[in-house]
C-alpha cells in the first residue's frame, strides 16, 4: 500500500463478477447491433434492409436479458424498482450524475425502443401478420425519428457502462476516462461481427455484408487504438497488468483484434469461413477485454 | 439545525484495546465473522483485518518493526466511516438509500438499499461493504439512533484514552490543532492532521491526527470524487461513437437509401 501507484489503491472491490461482465457484454451487443442497424437503415440500399433486420433481431432479446442479469446480480433483487421509483416517497429515481442510475432508465428507455424496432422486423419478414408495424422503421418519418432516438439510446448502453466504471474510486477503471470509448468500440465491433454471424448462418447474401466486414475491420483498428490510448492513460497503474491479467489481455487483443484483422486483409479467398472465424474471434476477444477489465481490478 | 458533528481520532493516544470495536458491534448488533469461529490473521496481532458490512470500526495495527525485531514502533489507529462533507457513496448511489443526516452524517438507510455496490467502489477509503445478514451495503452511521436520543457514539464513549472524541466538527477542529502544536512543542514534528480542512472531499467529518504518511494507516493520499470523470469520460465515449458512427456512413455511404430488390436468404 505504501508503494501504490494511485489513491484508488485504497478502495475495496465491489464484487461486480461474472453477471456483470456477461451484462456488460450482452448489453453491448444489444445497443451496437441497434446502432449499426440504424446505420444501416439510414444510409444503406433498400437491399440491405434484411442484413439491418438481424440487427434488430439481436438487439431486443439481448437488452431483454441484460434486463434480467442486471436485477439477479444485486443483493436484494426484489429491491430492483428502488432504482426507478423512490421506494421512501413513490416518486421517479433519477440522477443524471449517476451513470448506474441514467443506466437503468436508458435500458428501460432502449428497451422500448428495440421493442418496436423488433416488432417492425418481424412485421416486414411477415413473420407478425401486422403490416402497418413496418412503418416503425426507416425510411418512413416515424421509422427515422424512432430509429435516431432509438439508436442513440444504443449508443448510450453500449458505452455508459464504461463510464460507469469510471465513475467509482476504483483502481484502473477509475485511473482512466477513456472506458466508455474503448467499450462503444468494442460493442460496434463485436455487433457486426454477431450480425455477421447471423446473416452467415441464414444464408443471406448482400453486398453490404461486405461493407459491414470492411466497417469491422474499420472499428477494430479503432479498438485496438483505443486501447493502445487507455494503456498510456494509466501511467503508472498500468502496472497493474505487469500479471497473468496483463497476458490475458494481450491474448484478448491477438485474438479478438489482430487476428481477425490478418484473417481480413491476408485471406480474402476464404472469405466465407473467414467471416465466421474472425467473427467468433472478434467476439471472444471483446468477451475476454470485459473479463480483463473488470477482474483486473477486482483483485486489487 | 444542530451543528455538523463527527469524530477526531487521535492516533497517538490509541492503546489498541479494540473497545470501540467492541462497542460499535455491541451497540449495532453486528454479527460475528463465520458464524463467531475464531479467524486468526496470522501476521499481525489485528484479526479484524479491515473495515466491511459487519465491522464499521476496525482498530489497525501498523506494526514496523526493522528485520532483525530489535527497533520497532506500533501505530494504532480506529478507523471508521469518514462521514465525507462530499461523500461518494451519496454521490453515486442510485436509489437514494444514502442520506445525509441533520447532523452532517452519513447513513445507508438500510431498508431502502438493493445491494448495487456502487457505493462500495465509490467510497475512496474502502468503508462500505455488503453485510452478509441483511444483504445490503453497510457501514458506520456515526450511531445515528443514540444521537437523535442525544447520546454520544457507542465507540467514542467506550474509549479509554479518548483516542476517539465526539463532538461538533468546529469544537474537534480547535482542539485537535491545539493538540498538534503540543506535540510539536514535544518534539514530535510529524504530527499533523488529515482531512479536518476542506481542501479533502470538502472536510471529513471523521478526521485524524497522525504521525506518518497517510499510506502507512492505509489511507489515500489523495482521494477523490468519483465523478471527476464523468464529463470527460462521457466526452471521450461520445468521441468514440463519432469515430464509430463515420466509420459506418464510410463504409456504407456509396449505397445510398435508392430503392431496389431486397435481398433474401
Known sequence: MIDAPSSTWFTAPTHWGWLIVLYFFIGGLAGGSYFLAVLIDLFGRREDRALAR???????????????????????????????????????????????????????????????????????DGRIDRPQLRALRPPGALGTVLAMMGGTAGFYIAGYTGVLLAVTNRPIWSDTPLLGMLFVASAASTSAASIMLLAHRSGLTTPALDDLHRMDDWVTILELLFLIAVVISLGPVAKAWLSAWGVLLLLAVVVGMIAPLVLSWRARQLRHWNVVTSAVLVLLGGFLLRVVIIFSSEAI | ??????????????????????????????????????????????????????????????????EDRKDGRWLLMSDVCKHCVHAACLEVCPTGAIIRTEFDTVVIQSNTCNGC?????????????????????????????????????????????????????????DRAQKRVEQLHQTGETRAYLYGADEKMLGGLNSFYLLVDKPEVYGLPPDPKMPTRNLLPGSVYAVLGAIAVGLAGIFNFRNRGAAPGPEARP
Not at chain 1, 77 to 85: A, E, N
Not at chain 1, 89 to 96: D, G, I, L, S
Not at chain 1, 100 to 109: F, N, R, T
Not at chain 2, 2 to 15: H, K, N, Q, R, S
Open chain 1, 54 to 124: 438481424i440487427g434488430y433481431y439481436i438487439a431486443f432479446p439481448a437488452i431483454a436479458l441484460s434486463g434480467l442479469l442486471l436485477p439477479v446480480d444485486l443483493t436484494r433483487p426484489l429491491r430492483f424498482w428502488h432504482m426507478v421509483i423512490e421506494s421512501n416517497t413513490y416518486r421517479p429515481m433519477f440522477k443524471y450524475w449517476s451513470p448506474m442510475s441514467l443506466g437503468v432508465w436508458a435500458l428501460l428507455i432502449f428497451g422500448f425502443f428495440s421493442f418496436l424496432s423488433f416488432l417492425a422486423a418481424l412485421a416486414e
Open chain 2, 1 to 66: 439545525m444542530p451543528e455538523p458533528m463527527g469524530f477526531y481520532t487521535d492516533t497517538t493516544v490509541c492503546i489498541g484495546c479494540k473497545a470501540c470495536e467492541v462497542a460499535c458491534k455491541e451497540w449495532n448488533q453486528l454479527p460475528s465473522t463465520n458464524g463467531g469461529v475464531n479467524t486468526l490473521s496470522g501476521d499481525s496481532y489485528d484479526n479484524t483485518r479491515r473495515l466491511d458490512g459487519m465491522h464499521w470500526r476496525h482498530v489497525k495495527f501498523i506494526e514496523q518493526f526493522s
Open chain 2, 117 to 173: 455496490r456502487d457505493c462500495i467502489g465509490a467510497c475512496p477509503f474502502g468503508v462500505i461493504d455488503i453485510n452478509p445478514v441483511s444483504q445490503t451495503a453497510q457501514k458506520c452511521t456515526l450511531c445515528y439512533d443514540r444521537m437523535q436520543g442525544g447520546l454520544e457514539p457507542a465507540c467514542s464513549k467506550a474509549c479509554p484514552t479518548k483516542s476517539i472524541q465526539f463532538g461538533t466538527i468546529r469544537e474537534l477542529r
